[in-house]
Each structure stands twice: as structure tokens, then as C-alpha cells.
């Protein structure tokens, strides 16, 4: 196999943000509410000169306060459940990995939950309460996953990891029913909860999810490299220098704070962190100087059209976008596995 | 060694739990049997359970003091129902038949609620019972009552068996429109022996439900369109359609239902409600006292001052389910409706 360099070249880059930047006009011209593409492209442009906006038409009122906003979540949050993903997979040697598969995702809602049913918030900012506690609960679960996979099992092998997550997202799901059955009245509010719903995503949200996905996105990206030493083995890792107790919790607080963030705003959505990576390593190889920067972009695309899907699908219905996802990607996920079986 | 004696820990935990279970289902039926035994005539025409438990007496019929005659019903799923007399203990699963018997007057003979039944709020000190997926045919048994009252989308077929065979008579009232209401008040009014009553209600919610409909008739203006909202943008959107009573008092008050093209309760895009313009908005999202009040919520939502009942502020928030509920309580929603669409 010839040498091959081992991250993308800038025009490589290039073309993975016009794809995105491509899904993201489709998302947001297309959706439950069919406007003129015309009205929708310049309701955009006046809203991004701050022109007034044409007082007639309907686009203004729903492309910038409703739709734009939910994409721009929408992608966020698909990047970085999918970048999430990639890096547990590689750093636990685990095909299987992944927020939800790993009672992370549970842990983060459990945290969530607690936070509405006994009204923890922070001063000052109403959002905050649920999204700290999320946090807080994602890397909590992940610890003690970890602690109690090491205690039985100091190889970490996939099966070990995989039950103790199956394990500990029971538990989790189990204490957030206590909870709501005892939260009385607000039962109702909190069921939708463990749903999630990208529906009412806000300008604040996104620029929250943002602004993590930049900072831990960036920490993820940059231990690429110790992320091949992992995928090979934790003592592997160890003798070519890598500092392996400080990768890897950099790594875990990295992941437990996108995947608490992307709770807090969206609830759990499964599936998304599974499955794109191992799509995308079937284009770029397993090397994840490659796999990282493509997850964020792959998974900003995949769940972007998994959300146009079921805006649209059976509108003016709305869909659990859970649904589709799962819907989705397992089909493709199964399609791209026989193929490059057969070959 | 430690992890043995966990184990053996956890194992006799499991079998005091089991045996605590099966104590607690043995003990009622047993310390009541004898007086049922004492007051019960040999003449129990119907009892095709009797032998079935070996050893155990299963809980009998205990028919009141004074055994009236007879009563027979027909439940909304065409079985035929007898009991020797009036009930005088009931479980109720669903709110709407909780509502129906307080509304009989019979909140006294509720000896069991499902967990959803908070109206009116004397039944609140009744013992909840769990119903659904989880229904808890033990707890409903040491209650001892004559009838369960229930819907049919709350139980399974082994569930309701379970319960027969237990010498309880489950009447299913399962009202999907106003007219099966009726139905229901008529049914549990002959069980309770509240016959007169019942037709004193249902009279009273046709006449309410008919002077509302001749005065929404008469309105000039143009036909208003309304929006259900009954889950709000941050959980979802979700409304109410046709086949459910939102849809059903709108069309008696002349209203168009914004959302009469979805079928049941469905979760519905928001850009859809911004596009439909509704002329009012009825949400039934619950105050817990903090924060902006779903009203306020309602009216600070991005992109929707375009819609009419933003801009002129008509929204109604119905907090207490009077418009969800097959119970009598539906005319007084259908009549807080109208005053707030059409003003006094």
C-alpha cells in the first residue's frame, strides 16, 4: 500500500464544508411549510445585510426565528454526537461505543431530569441548571462505567464495557421513572423529555452548542494521533509515549461535556454516534487523523437530513427524529457492511 | 468469599420479597372471608370462579346489607354485566370515571383511583392504584371492590381476566366522543343505582352543549380558527385533531380546529402553526409558579407575532383537562371556550 498522507489536505476540507454548507441551505429551504425558494433566499440575505424584511410574505417569520435556527442545532448536535463517537470508539478499542450504546447518554438525561423535577438552576441563567447537571451525570456515568469495566476487567474488553452500559442505562432509566413518578405535576413536561425535541431550538442554544463543539471539538481533534496509539492497544499507546492517564480523561471530559451539552438541548438521540463513524470509515480509513475531522462533518450532514426527513416526511405531522435516525441508519449501516463484505 | 455471601445475601432478599408479596394477597381475602361467609346467602347465582383456588377462599361478592335486586349493564364493549345490588365499593382507573361518579355523587363508594384521576379534589385522599402497562391486579384485589371501572386502551385481556376470576366485574366505559359520554354516565348511574341522576347530567350537558351551539350559530363575524396546544415548543409541539373531544366542542362552537386535517393527538411542526395563522390559541400547559406562565411563553415565541392570537393576545390556558376528558366537566370547558372566543 502506497504511503499515504495521514490528514486531509485543505482542499479536502474545502469540499467536506461545501457539502455542509450544501445540506444546510437544502435543510433550510425545504420544510413542514413549503415557501417559494425565492422569498426563502431573500428573507436570508436581508436578515444577513439587517434589511427590513417584506412584511407580506411568511418567510420571515419562519426561516430566521424557526428554521435556521433548528438546522444550525441540528448540525451541532450531529457533529458532535458523530465526533463523540469516533473518539470513544478509538480510545476504547471499541467498535461499539458510543454515547448511547454506553448509558452516557442516559446518565447525561438522568442529570437532566433531576435538574427540572427539583428545579436546580443556575442564577441567572435558566438554561444552565439542566445543561451543568447533564454534564455533570455524562461524565459521572462515564466513570463509573469505566471504574467498575477496570475493577472486573482491567483489559477493558468490548463485551464488558457494552454490558455495563446496557446495565447502567437501565438503572438510569430506571431512577428517571422513580423521579418522574413522584414528580407529581410535572410528570407530563418530563416525559417528553426522555423523547427529545429539536422542535423550539433557539439562536442561545446553538450558540452554546457551538461554542462547546469549538472547544472540545478542537481537544478532540488534536489527540488524533494518541487516538491511533489507543486503537492499537492501551500498552501500545503507553510505550510509544503516550501520557496515557491524561489522554484519556482529556478524551472523556471532552465527550461527556458535548454529549451533556447535546442532551440538554435535544434530549437523547440515538444511533448518530454509532453509526456515522463506521460509515465513514469506510471512506477514510481507520486512521483518525481522518476519521475525526470527517465525523464532524458527516455527522452534521446525517442529522441534518435525518431532521429535513422528519420535518417533512408526514407533514404537518412531526416526527421523533430518534426515529429516523435509527430507521435510517440501520438500513444504511447494514448496506455499506454487506458491501464491503462481498467485495 | 464476599461475593458468595453477597449472593446469598441478594438470593434470601428475593425470597422475603416473594414471600412478602404472596403474604400480603393470602392475608385479605382470608380475614375477610369469614364474614363474607356469615352474611352471604347460599343463593349466589353467579359465581363460576368459585373452586378455582385450592386452598384459599377467593374473594366473594359481598353483596350490601340489604341485597337490592339484581343489577345488569351493558359496558361499551357489548358485554353484559349483572351484579346482586348497587355497587357500593369501586376502583376507578380512568379520570374520566373517576369524574362521572363524583359527579353521581358516589365519590363516597371510590375505594381505589388510577393514577391520572385528580379531579374533583375530595378523591384525592382515595388510594391510587396503578393502571396501564403496570396495572397491579394484587392491590386492586386487597381493595376489595365489586367493580373496576375502566377504559379499554388502560388494560390487556389478561389483565381484565385476572380480575373476573378474582370475583371483581370490570365495566369498561371507553367514551370516544360526546354521545358515548352519555353512554358512560348511563351506565355507571344504573351500577350506582343513580339512574335519576344520570339523566339529570346528561340532560344538562345536551342542554349546555345545544344553547351554545344555536348561540355560536348566530355569531356574524367570520369563522374564528383555533389551535389546541397541548405540549409546548419545548418538549415538542403537539395538538389535538379530529376524533378527540378538542375537535368535537370546537365544531359544536363554530369553530374551526387549525389543525382538523391531522387525525388524534399528533406532534405537529411549528412553522405549520405560524403558517395556519390561527385566530386563537388554547394551550393546557400546567403554572408551576416560576418563570414566564405558558401564556407568556406562549406570546414570547420567535417568528409568531405574525399569527392573530399572538398579535391580540387571545389565548386561553385551560390548566385543569376541561376539555380532554369523556366526563360531564366537558360542558363546562365547551362553555368557557365560548365565553372566551365570543366574549360575554
Known sequence: MKQRREGFRPATYVLFLAVTAAALVLCVCLGSVSLPLKDTLRTLVRAALGLAQDARSLAPSIVVPVRLPRVLCVAAVGAALSLCGAAMQGLLKNPLADGSTMGVSSGASLGAIIALAFGVSVPGLPFAGTTVLAILFAFGSLLLILGVAYRLDSSLSTNTIILLGVIFSMFASSVSSFIITFAGERVKTIMFWTLGSLQGSSYQNAAVLYVTLAVCGAILLAHGRELNAFAVGEDNARNIGVYVRRVKLTVLICVSVLIGVCVSVSGTIGFVGLVTPHMLRRLTGPNHRRLLPASVFGGAVFLMLADLLARTVLSPRELPIGVVTSFVGSIVFVYIFFRSRGR | ?344
Open chain 2, 1 to 344: 468469599m464476599s461475593r458468595k455471601i453477597i449472593a446469598l445475601l441478594l438470593a434470601a432478599l428475593l425470597c422475603v420479597s416473594v414471600l412478602a408479596g404472596c403474604g400480603a394477597k393470602q392475608e385479605t381475602p382470608a380475614e375477610d372471608a369469614s364474614p363474607a361467609e356469615e352474611t352471604t346467602p347460599a343463593e349466589t347465582p353467579e359465581e363460576p370462579a368459585e373452586e378455582t383456588p385450592a386452598e384459599e377462599t377467593p374473594a366473594e361478592e359481598t353483596p350490601a346489607e340489604e341485597p337490592a335486586a339484581s343489577v345488569t349493564v351493558t359496558d361499551m364493549t357489548g358485554r353484559e354485566i349483572t351484579l346482586d345490588g348497587p355497587a357500593t365499593r369501586v376502583v376507578a382507573l380512568s379520570a374520566a370515571d373517576c369524574e362521572v361518579l363524583c359527579a353521581l355523587g358516589c365519590g363516597d363508594a371510590l375505594v381505589g383511583r388510577g393514577e391520572y384521576c385528580n379531579w374533583p379534589e375530595e378523591i384525592l385522599d382515595v388510594p391510587v392504584v396503578q393502571s396501564g402497562a403496570d396495572t397491579n391486579i394484587e392491590q386492586i384485589i386487597s381493595l376489595q371492590p365489586q367493580v373496576l371501572l375502566m377504559s379499554t386502551m388502560a388494560q390487556t385481556e389478561e389483565q381484565v381476566k385476572a380480575l373476573e376470576d378474582a370475583g371483581i366485574k370490570v365495566v369498561v366505559s371507553d367514551a370516544m366522543d360526546i354521545e358515548g359520554i352519555y353512554t358512560s354516565v348511563g351506565i355507571i348511574g344504573k351500577l350506582m343505582d343513580k339512574e335519576e341522576q344520570a339523566g339529570e347530567i346528561v340532560n344538562g350537558m345536551k342542554s349546555t352543549f345545544e344553547d351554545l351551539k344555536a348561540k355560536a350559530a348566530a355569531w356574524e363575524g367570520d369563522q374564528m380558527s383555533v389551535y389546541f396546544e397541548i405540549s409546548p415548543l419545548e418538549w415538542g409541539l403537539w395538538t389535538a385533531g379530529t376524533g378527540t373531544f378538542y375537535d368535537e366542542i370546537a365544531n359544536i362552537l363554530n369553530l374551526k380546529n387549525a389543525f382538523g386535517d391531522v387525525a388524534g393527538y399528533a406532534e405537529i411542526s411549528e412553522e405549520q402553526v405560524i403558517e395556519r395563522k390561527p385566530d386563537a390559541i388554547v394551550t393546557i400547559s400546567m403554572y408551576y409558579g416560576e418563570g414566564p406562565t405558558p401564556v407568556e411563553e406562549i406570546l414570547s415565541r420567535p417568528g409568531w407575532d405574525v399569527i392573530p392570537a399572538v398579535a391580540n393576545e387571545k389565548i386561553l390556558n385551560l390548566q385543569n383537562d376541561e376539555l380532554s376528558r369523556p366526563a360531564p366537566r366537558l360542558a363546562e370547558g365547551a362553555q368557557m371556550l365560548y365565553d372566551f372566543m365570543y366574549g360575554e
